[in-house]
């Protein structure tokens, strides 16, 4: 049984409501990313923005976009969302997001509730995020009951080694001729995960939330990683990858599961194709996420827009309209 809602809800407080260079160096921080482009004024000056802009996901700060209204005491876990950035954010900029609650279906597995959150900066529409997310009943594994991950010596030296070898593009121009269909990004490591991973998220993001908020499930109280954090890990690779130049437009990611504390996540992406859609050169690339096991955790696909010998620089915004 579907139930149709199309209702806007009453916004939470956010977080974070302007674009300021605290805002983005703290979020940057939530994440583990050290992008120079979110806290080096110098880097972020000589790129294509001009400036500061803030990451992807620190719209995650301005509203988690859950959008899973009622149910109570029914689990909210984020199974799915689909973000489309039509614009940078500059620092500066204020922020606000305003959710819909779109759709409910009743499914064996619990009740689907599909949402919306539109993002503006300075009134213009920059951002919209698509979430679905299922209402379950069904009890969720207590930390008590998980095992432990445990790593050898030898474990975490081949991680740091994964770690201290990641490749950011930054300054250095990615150029939309000289990308091939198959090429790997990554791995990005996240983890081993501890509780100061997630405190760090919270603190970038949300601050402590609580059941009653209506968030999605994770976090401090679940002793793991959220949907939205593993979003802004996949993100990060991509944010690597194009530079300080290119311009990530959509993301679209289906999650499994959370990670626990102790799960190493490795980030990786595949070239699928490429395409030049009016003045736009866009790369379109499939995304995943899996544990130190190799199970998987998240997956989705990807488009960014690269700088074109033939096209120039990436011109925003793109597509979507610029009205509030």
């Keep these: 049984m579907s139930h149709e809602a199309t209702r806007a809800l009453v ?11 605290d805002a983005v160096r703290h979020f ?13 004024s110098t880097q972020a000056d000589g790129s294509r923005w001009g400036g ?19 149910h109570e005491p029914a689990r909210r876990l984020y199974t799915s969302v689909e973000w489309v950035w039509h614009d940078v954010a500059p620092v500066g900029a204020l922020l606000q997001g305003s959710a819909t609650s779109i759709s409910e279906n009743e499914t064996p597995a619990g009740i689907e509730q599909v949402g919306q959150v539109r993002f503006t900066a300075d009134g213009q529409h920059v951002a919209t995020a698509r979430t679905t997310c299922l209402r379950t009943t069904t009890a969720a594994v207590s930390s008590d009951e998980r095992a432990e991950v445990r790593y050898s010596s030898d474990q975490l030296a081949d991680l740091e080694a994964t770690i201290l070898a990641e490749h950011r593009t ?26 100061m991973d997630v ?3 919270c603190a970038a993001t949300q601050g402590v939330a ?56 490795s980030i990786t992406a ?18 995943s996420a899996t544990d130190q096991a190799g199970a998987l955790s998240a997956r989705g ?7 074109s010998r033939d096209s120039g620089p990436v011109t925003t915004p793109i597509g979507g309209d610029s009205s509030t």
């Design 270 to 287: 595949t070239v699928t194709g490429k395409a030049i859609v009016g003045a736009v050169a866009f790369v379109d690339l499939d995304v």
């Design 301 to 307: 696909t990807a488009q960014v827009a690269l700088p």
């Design 52 to 70: 500061l802009i803030a990451p992807p996901c620190l719209f995650y700060a301005v509203h988690e976009t859950t959008v899973a209204p009622g």
């Design 210 to 265: 609580q059941p009653a908020d209506g968030y999605s499930e994770g976090g401090l109280h679940a002793a793991t990683a959220t949907g939205p954090q593993q979003v802004a890990w996949i993100a990060h690779l991509l944010s690597d990858w194009v530079g300080d130049n290119g311009f990530v437009h959509r993301l679209a990611v289906d999650i499994d599961t959370n990670p626990a504390l102790g799960t190493t996540t």
């Design 11 to 21: 916004p939470r407080q956010p977080w974070v409501t302007a674009v300021t260079a």
């Design 28 to 40: 940057a921080w939530g994440v583990g990313d050290d992008n120079p482009m979110w806290h080096d």
């Design 170 to 195: 930054g300054a250095d121009q990615l150029v939309w001729e000289d990308v091939a269909a198959g090429t790997q990004l990554g791995p990005l490591l996240k983890g081993p995960l501890s509780i």
């Design 199 to 201: 405190v760090a998220w």
